[in-house]
């Protein structure tokens, strides 16, 4: 049992106050005890349905106030407690509506006491929860098998324990005026730049709102760009991944409720780094994320390069393929730009169908469809063998990317570039990447730019970035965060 803690109360409560005030919660019980026939011995138990261990007020509360009672007849306060082997702690404010709805609902016993108009806690509470487990989204390979769960003190534990330094921080908020969402702010205090510290902590102290709906409400609300097309936070469902980016110099930001962690600042290059690049070799790694770069690429230009070939420029492609495309195409009734636009819609529906279905069937339908209609298409004459392989690549270069919010963005970007491309040929797609890139180059997360270290260029962080170094080669944290100890190694000689 734990504490709560101090101040008596100048309103006079009665229990018959506190039943109606609670009329409307039937979640809450109000519970009237009294030992003997004497007023002074009467208590009132007040707690939420679902939040406490209920078994332990029949088995270890109500013998011990009786024991506590039995000793003056009447129950004493000692300048605002009362002592006992029950662990009671009155009040942190005064009591009031809200005050004792927040403490019942965080799990507390409150007990009133009528003849002192006093009330003490008991920290009895049971909140529903599950124990971690592998994470849904960040599937761990030769990594650690526990993820974030929903529960704010499960989660800064799952951190505790694979950092025993007193140098981590962690600051405690409660946010939102009606749902009192915990949330929580991790980080080295002799590693973070003071300046990001300082505007993480401006931003989250600057937020009024009646509730937080989740990460992405968050999210939103601390970016430095309310209207920004990428996410400028990371999020991950993995302590491992969460305990190496406070290491390089980064905060993590634990909201009671989810599963989920932001992790800033998120720049592009830290969204496509996966947590399972900590543990597999660095040749290897280093090639995935070639990959993920590449892929990355060809998901947001493929679609929109084949439109500008085949509509506006078949001369820049080889006569060989063209003649297969031209015979392939024979006898369609759409053009080339009409046929990639529909699979482009088909694909995000296919995509959009699986996240909402349950993973296993979701999974199975995204495949078997694709393969269903996109062959029942070829035969139905309704669009060309090739622009079916075009977008088969597509989808399956967006599937590599690690972050969720950043692969979403990939669409929209995607068929950004594709319309360009379908009304001024490939002209319009090299206006498009260029005007991509300066937005890009524009953004900055918490003072540091979005595209860092690859603009403005840091040369010796970007092969860190491309590639993975062996660990005993990574003696430096990445200079753009601007971090108190540069080296990894050991205490910063400066």
Same mark, same amino acid.
């Given at each position: 049992m !734990? ?19 609670f009329?409307?919660?039937?979640d ?15 208590v009132?138990?007040i707690y ?5 261990d ?10 011990e106030l ?26 942190? !404010? ?28 008991? !920290? ?20 650690p098998?526990?993820?974030f ?5 499960? !989660? ?49 102290d ?22 920004s097309?990428?996410?400028l ?11 190496n980016?406070?290491l ?9 409720? %989810? ?7 998120? #720049? ?7 947590p ?13 994320r070639?990959?993920?770069?590449? %892929?990355?690429?060809?998901?947001i230009?493929?679609p ?19 003649? #297969?495309i031209s ?15 529909l ?20 999974q199975?339908?995204t ?29 399956v270069?967006?599937? #590599?990317?690690?972050n969720?919010?950043?692969?979403s ?23 498009g990447?260029?005007?991509l890139?300066i ?12 595209? %860092? ?23 430096h ?14 205490e910063?000689?400066?």
């Amino acid at each position: 049992m !734990n504490n709560h803690s101090v101040e008596e109360t100048e309103v006079h409560w009665t229990p018959q106050t506190l039943k109606d005030m609670f009329k409307q919660s039937d979640d809450i019980h109000i519970f009237v005890h009294q030992y003997d026939e004497s007023p002074s011995s009467t208590v009132v138990l007040i707690y939420s349905d679902g939040t406490i261990d209920s078994s332990l007020i029949s088995r270890t509360v109500l013998p011990e106030l009786h024991a506590l009672y039995r000793e003056n007849e009447e129950f004493v306060l000692h300048n605002g407690l009362m002592f006992g082997s029950l662990q009671l702690e009155p009040l942190q !404010n005064k009591a009031s509506e809200e005050t004792l709805y927040e403490v019942i609902f965080e799990g507390s016993l409150v007990l009133f006491f009528p003849q002192l108009n006093t009330f003490l806690t008991v !920290n009895i509470s049971q909140i529903p929860g599950r124990t971690p487990e592998e994470s849904s989204t960040e599937i761990s390979i030769k990594g650690p098998k526990d993820g974030f769960v929903e529960s704010i003190v499960v !989660n800064v534990a799952l951190i505790r324990k694979r950092i025993r330094s007193k140098s981590l921080c962690y600051d405690k908020l409660i946010l939102g005026k009606r749902t009192k969402t915990k949330v929580g702010l991790l980080y080295f205090q002799d590693i973070i730049s003071p300046k990001i510290l300082a505007e993480i902590k401006r931003r989250l102290d600057k937020i009024d709102v009646d509730g937080i709906a989740g990460v992405g409400h968050l999210e939103e609300i601390l970016t430095d760009s309310k209207y920004s097309l990428f996410p400028l936070l990371d999020f991950t469902g993995r302590p491992d991944f969460a305990v190496n980016c406070l290491l390089n110099g980064r905060f993590v930001i634990i909201i009671d409720g %989810s599963p989920m962690v932001l992790i800033g600042p998120g #720049t592009f290059t830290l969204l496509l780094k996966s947590p399972e690049d900590l543990h597999f070799s660095y040749y290897y790694v280093s090639f995935v994320r070639l990959i993920r770069a590449l %892929s990355f690429l060809l998901s947001i230009i493929l679609p929109g390069l084949w439109v500008a070939l085949t509509a506006y420029h078949p001369d820049q492609i080889p006569y060989s393929l063209m003649a #297969t495309i031209s015979s392939s195409r024979f006898g369609l009734p759409f053009s080339s730009p009409v046929e990639m636009f529909l699979l482009i819609i088909l694909l995000e529906i296919f995509r959009e169908a699986g996240v909402r279905l349950p993973s296993s069937i979701g999974q199975t339908l995204t495949v078997i469809g694709g393969l269903i209609i996109g062959d029942a298409s070829i035969r139905a004459g309704l669009v060309s063998p090739s622009v079916v392989v075009v977008g088969a690549v597509t989808a399956v270069c967006g599937v #590599t990317l690690v972050n969720q919010t950043l692969s979403s963005v990939v669409s929209i970007v995607r068929l950004g570039l594709f319309m360009m491309s379908s009304f001024l040929g490939m002209y319009g797609l090299v206006m498009g990447v260029i005007l991509l890139v300066i937005y890009m180059s524009r953004l900055q997360t918490f003072g540091i730019p979005y595209l %860092s270290p690859l603009s403005p260029p840091i040369f010796k962080d970007i092969a860190k970035t491309l590639i993975r170094l062996p660990w005993i080669k990574i003696i430096h944290r990445p200079q753009d965060l601007k971090t108190i100890d540069s080296d990894h190694q050991g205490e910063d000689p400066t």
